[in-house]
């Protein structure tokens, strides 16, 4: 049964007109969870704000007459005109069944919005989504398509089709929240063979956080309200307060961990999907995360826990994305970042260890693609850890899709780089997760709260000779293994 429509959220013209970056921003990050509608938004704010009074005027002529899509956005007429968009973007992206482009996907105008001289081939979105498993033909093409410009000839990453039922994120799956098997399309031990066949990939368990402050408000408030209270520290509506800087969990957000940890560790799903192999955590550095660990990781066995600086979630702008520093303030020096707080990281969450990494000799080892164990000893400040003491990532604009893809890609490198085990587990953010999805040329699937997410991932390594990969597909994207596996490559932006 479908939930009932929410009211819409009118924009009219002359707001688009007085303040189109603020507006923008607004319709945006209230379709971000869509894998349709930004797209569309992109194209009706893109004429709009082109077409400026010209627009008005032609609603107008309209006769004031409502034409609503069957993406649920009504252009209205009327002297002003406006456009109005449905708060419930999962309803919209059901409703669509078809792949956007992974540009439109991010929720952020900068990305999806074509530059100068690139075109947009709008047909792209009517085009059904791929094989059941698959990456969608829409995504493919839409890539293909902006600017005229083909698939990346060098691909990072590949991973295999239709083992999970995530890779279908384009189409209404059963849920939302934990899939049955958590979305495994064949046996556990099914995948763990193909694991075995190839020695080079890995399988990472992506895990989003529990409820937190920020989650359980921004749904209290709705999107209107919510946008009013992102940007600062603390929310006081004068009988109720809460801190909003590096959001932590609710009462319910621990039950989730709790909920989690039963189901692996009681519920007897770990050695299912372990295969009783060791398994290596990373973590996210702001506080939803560690607490959810804390709670998930009781019972279960790990060869290590990293916590890591680029699984962040979306950086800036939002208070509850980000962090406090490592190292508490020092009684009388004031604060230590955008916010005041008592305890850094490392008094407030003394089970992690936080390492102050080398960033500049990481990305160095990422470019030289090194692997030899001698060669990574020699260099200090390697591993997973924290670019800094202080919060130096964070910033006053919201991060773009396509530059937190370029963070996933890293991690991904570090993954491959500092983790010896076969398994990884993640524990990280829904706009993580997506951003993780399309490094490695999956469909961005978004998370709900505690939800796992798994994807086995191998990455493409440049032959000795520097030619290209015998492997690939003549699009550049796809292979088909000698076992008969159909493989995707990415990242797709």
Not at 24 to 39: D, E, G
Request: charged fraction near 25%; charge should be negative.
């Amino acid at each position: 049964v479908r939930p009932p429509t929410p009211p819409p959220l009118s924009i009219s013209y002359q707001q688009l007109a007085s303040q189109p970056a603020r507006t923008i921003k607004r319709l945006t990050r209230i379709a971000s969870a869509s894998a349709a509608m930004p797209r569309l938004l992109a194209l009706l704010l893109l004429a709009s704000l082109s077409a400026g009074a010209s627009a008005a005027t032609a609603a107008a002529a309209d006769g004031g007459s409502r034409r609503t899509g069957r993406l649920g956005v009504v252009v209205s007429g009327g002297s002003g005109g406006s456009i109005e968009a449905a708060h419930d973007s999962r309803m919209v992206a059901a409703d669509m069944g078809a792949s956007m482009a992974p540009a439109a996907v991010a929720g952020h105008m900068e990305d999806a919005l074509p530059g100068d001289g690139e075109r947009v081939d709008t047909a792209a979105s009517d085009k059904p989504c791929a094989g059941a498993g698959g990456v969608s033909d829409a995504v493919a093409s839409s890539v293909g398509t902006v600017g005229g410009r083909k698939p990346p000839k060098k691909m990072q990453f590949r991973t295999p089709k239709g083992l999970f039922i995530q890779e279908r994120a384009s189409k209404q799956l059963p849920g939302p929240g934990q899939h049955f098997s958590f979305g495994a399309l064949k046996d556990w031990k099914e995948i763990h063979t193909l694991l075995e066949q190839r020695p080079g990939a890995k399988l990472l368990l992506l895990v989003r956080h529990g409820q937190a402050i920020s989650n359980w408000l921004g749904d209290e408030l709705g999107p209107d309200e919510w946008f009013n209270w992102e940007s600062k520290c603390v929310y006081d509506n004068g009988t109720d307060s809460y801190s909003l800087f590096d959001a932590e969990l609710t009462e319910k957000g621990i039950a989730e961990g709790d909920a989690l940890n039963s189901m692996l560790a009681s519920g007897g799903w770990w050695p299912k999907l372990t295969n009783g192999q060791p398994v290596h955590a990373v973590v996210s550095p702001l506080s939803r995360c560690l607490q959810t660990m804390q709670s998930v990781m009781k019972g279960l066995k790990f060869s290590k826990v990293d916590v890591e600086e680029n699984i962040r979630e979306t950086l800036g702008e939002d208070t509850c994305d980000a962090r406090r520093s490592v190292s508490s303030p020092k009684q009388g020096h004031g604060a230590m970042g955008i916010c005041d707080f008592d305890l850094g990281l490392r008094d407030k969450y003394k089970g992690f260890k936080f390492n102050i990494v080398d960033e500049a000799a990481r990305e160095k080892l990422r470019s030289s693609r090194v692997s030899k164990e001698h060669e990574r000893d020699k260099v200090d400040g390697l591993g997973f850890g924290m670019i800094s003491d202080d919060d130096q990532m964070w910033t006053v604009d919201r991060e773009g899709q396509k530059h937190q893809v370029k963070r996933a890609v890293r991690f991904m490198k570090d993954v491959f780089e500092f983790i010896d085990d076969r398994v990884a587990f993640v524990m990280t953010h829904s706009g993580t997760v997506r951003s993780l999805l399309l490094a490695v040329g999956r469909e961005p699937y978004r998370p709900q709260n505690t939800e796992l997410v798994p994807v086995v991932v191998e990455e493409i390594r440049p032959a000795p000779s520097g030619d290209d990969d015998d492997d690939a597909g003549d699009d550049g994207r796809t292979m088909v293994d000698e076992y008969g596996v159909e493989w995707v490559s990415g990242p797709l932006l």
